[in-house]
C-alpha cells in the first residue's frame, strides 16, 4: 500500500530516501516519526540503513540503486561507504561513481531489469551502471527533461511519469521498460515524482501533500493493492534458487 509521509516538513521525501525491493536508505537526523513510518512498513523484510552521502541528507537525489546495487557519488566519505556496505544485504554490490553529474538520483531511473539515464552521462558511467544494477541502460528524456530520475519512480510493477509526458513518449518509455506507465503528480500537482515519491514492488511513501486521488493512481499503476512484502520476497527467493540450479 501507499503511506504518506514528511521529512521535516518537506514533502519531498523522495530526496531524503531511497528504496529498492532489498534495502531501504534513509537520511539521518530526520524525526522519529519519520523513521516509525518506513520502519513500520519496512523493517520485518528489508533492512533500513540511516546514513548521508559527503556529509548531505540529500541521499535520495545523490544515489541510485536497485535489488542488486548501489551506486553513490565519488562525494562520499570511506567512512559512509563502509558503515553503508556493512548494512546492505550480502548479494548487494555499492559502487562509487567518479562522474561529472554527480546527483546519481536526479540523472538515473531505474528498477530491477531497466534503467533510464540522462542523455550526457560518461559512457564509462553507463557501462558501470549496467555492471553494478545488472539492468539494460538507455539514455531518454522524460516530457523533454534530462533529469530523468526527477521526473519518474519505477518498480517492476509499472512507473509514474511526469505530467506533460505525452502518449506516444508513454508508449516507447513502456515499450523499452517493459513495464505500464502512467502519467501523474505527486504532492497536490507537483510534477517532481522522484523528489516526491519512493516505491518498491510491495510498498510506496509519497510526500503528506499527496492527495487521495494521486495515491490511488500510485496504488493502481504500481499494483499495490494485492502484494505483500512477503509474497514479493518468497517470489525473488523462487527465481533466485531456480537461478542457482
Known amino acids: 500500500m501507499a503511506v504518506r509521509a514528511q521529512f521535516e516538513n518537506s514533502n519531498d521525501i523522495g530526496v531524503f530516501s531511497k528504496l529498492t525491493n532489498s534495502y531501504g536508505l534513509v537520511a539521518i537526523g530526520g524525526s522519529e516519526n519519520f523513521y516509525s513510518v518506513f520502519e513500520s512498513e519496512l523493517s520485518d523484510v528489508i533492512p533500513l540503513i540511516h546514513t548521508s552521502i559527503g556529509g548531505n541528507r540529500i541521499i535520495g537525489r545523490l544515489t541510485a540503486g536497485n535489488r542488486h546495487g548501489l551506486l553513490v557519488p565519488s562525494s562520499t566519505t570511506d567512512q559512509e561507504l563502509q ?16 562522474e561529472r553529474l554527480s546527483a546519481l538520483g536526479n540523472v538515473i531511473a531505474c528498477n530491477d531489469y531497466a534503467a533510464l539515464i540522462h542523455p550526457d552521462v560518461d559512457r564509462e558511467t553507463e557501462e558501470i551502471i549496467a555492471d553494478t544494477l545488472k539492468v539494460e541502460v538507455f539514455r531518454e528524456t522524460i516530457a523533454g527533461n534530462v533529469l530523468v530520475g526527477s521526473y519518474c519512480a519505477l518498480s517492476n510493477q509499472g512507473g509514474l511519469v511526469h505530467p506533460k509526458t505525452t502518449v506516444q513518449d508513454q508508449d516507447e518509455l513502456s515499450s523499452l521498460l517493459q513495464i505500464p506507465l502512467v502519467a501523474g503528480t505527486v504532492n497536490r500537482g507537483s510534477d517532481h515524482i522522484g523528489g516526491g515519491l519512493v516505491v518498491n514492488d510491495w510498498t510506496a511513501f509519497a510526500g503528506l501533500d499527496t492527495t487521495s486521488t494521486e495515491l490511488s493512481v500510485i496504488e493502481s499503476i504500481f499494483k499495490l493493492q494485492e502484494r505483500n512484502p512477503t509474497f514479493v520476497v518468497n517470489e525473488f527467493r523462487d527465481s533466485l534458487i531456480d537461478s542457482m540450479t
Not at 558503515?83 to 567518479?98: F, G, M, S, W, Y
Open 83 to 98: 558503515h553503508i556496505r556493512n548494512a546492505l544485504p550480502d548479494a548487494v554490490h555499492i559502487q562509487r561513481i567518479e
